[in-house]
C-alpha cells in the first residue's frame, strides 16, 4: 500500500486549507485513515481518524476546527482544516490501518504564519 499525501503550504492565520492523501496498492474494505501531526520539537501526535464506515476521531485541539473525510470509492481521506493556528504548524503525515498492519505517507509541511 502506498499513500500520497498533498495539499500542504503556507497559511495565515485565520486561513484554511484542505490535505488530501490517496491510497494504492492492495487496500481492504476496512480500515482506518487518519492524519497524524509533528511539530518542531514536538513528538507525532494524532490529529484525526476515520474508519471506512465514517466515525471520526479528533485530537482536542482541533475539535471544531478541522473535518476529516473520506471517498471509499477513491481510497482517499481529507482533511480540512480552518481558523488554522500558528501551533497548527507541523509536518502532517496521512496513516492507513487494516488488518493489524500499519501504512505511512510521506508528510507535507503545514506552515500557519503572518
Known amino acids: 500500500v502506498q499513500l500520497q499525501a498533498s495539499g500542504g503550504g503556507l497559511v495565515q492565520p485565520g486561513g484554511s486549507l484542505r490535505l488530501s492523501c490517496a491510497a494504492s496498492g492492495s487496500t481492504f474494505s476496512l480500515n482506518i485513515m487518519g492524519w497524524y501531526r509533528r511539530a518542531p520539537g514536538k513528538q507525532r501526535e494524532l490529529v484525526a481518524t476515520?474508519?471506512?464506515?465514517?466515525?471520526?476521531n479528533y485530537v482536542d485541539s482541533v475539535k471544531g476546527r478541522f473535518t476529516v473525510s473520506r471517498d471509499n470509492a477513491k481510497n482517499t481521506v481529507y482533511l480540512q482544516m480552518n481558523s488554522l493556528k500558528p501551533e497548527d504548524t507541523a509536518i502532517y503525515y496521512c496513516?492507513?490501518?487494516?488488518?493489524?498492519?500499519?501504512?505511512w505517507g510521506e508528510g507535507t509541511q503545514v506552515t500557519v504564519s503572518s
Open positions: 496513516k492507513l490501518v487494516q488488518r493489524a498492519t500499519e501504512y
Open positions: 476515520i474508519t471506512t464506515g465514517g466515525l471520526t
